[in-house]
């Protein structure tokens, strides 16, 4: 953890931005979560305050690149620590109640996604620096 905090510490810094006790507390709360969470349930763990300031805190350390909002399939916007961070992986979509969980697939998987990926923007002039993969249906707990 104390890694992870010099690493923000440096992101924020880049963009003027200072590591406060609150943005802290956002940072330890999504490397314990281990999902995307929202900001209801962020804000339900009882470390990080009032909704306004965790909205301001988010928006900056995402910003600065610790943070990334992930598409799920209701109205809630979902955060999660930024890849390079945490490890490459993938979401499941429950298009029942919203809920997003992370999986990792096989190394060998991910290398012939990375062919397909080369193989399609060949010659297309793009340049492919990533990608993201949603599983949509429905959660053990919507079932
Ligand atoms: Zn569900
Ligand atoms: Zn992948």
């Known amino acids: 953890m104390e890694d992870l905090h010099a690493t923000v510490t440096g992101r924020l810094r880049r963009i003027d931005q200072r590591y406060t006790t609150g943005r802290r507390a956002l940072v330890e709360v999504l490397a314990e979560a281990g999902r995307p ?3 209801g349930e962020i804000v339900a763990g009882g470390r990080v305050p009032a909704q ?10 995402e910003q600065a690149g610790v943070v990334r909002r992930v598409q799920g399939h ?3 916007s979902r955060y999660e620590l930024a890849e390079d961070l945490t490890g490459h992986h993938h979401h499941m979509v429950c298009v029942t109640c919203g809920a997003v969980e992370d999986f990792t697939m096989p190394s060998g998987v991910e290398r012939n996604l990375a062919r397909v990926i080369e193989a399609v923007s060949a010659g297309s002039g793009f340049k492919p620096e990533g990608h993201r993969l949603d599983l949509l249906g429905t959660c053990a707990e919507c079932v």
């Open 37 to 39: 969470v929202t900001i």
């Open 74 to 76: 209701d109205e809630f």
């Open 52 to 61: 306004s300031t965790a909205y301001r805190n988010l928006a900056v350390l």
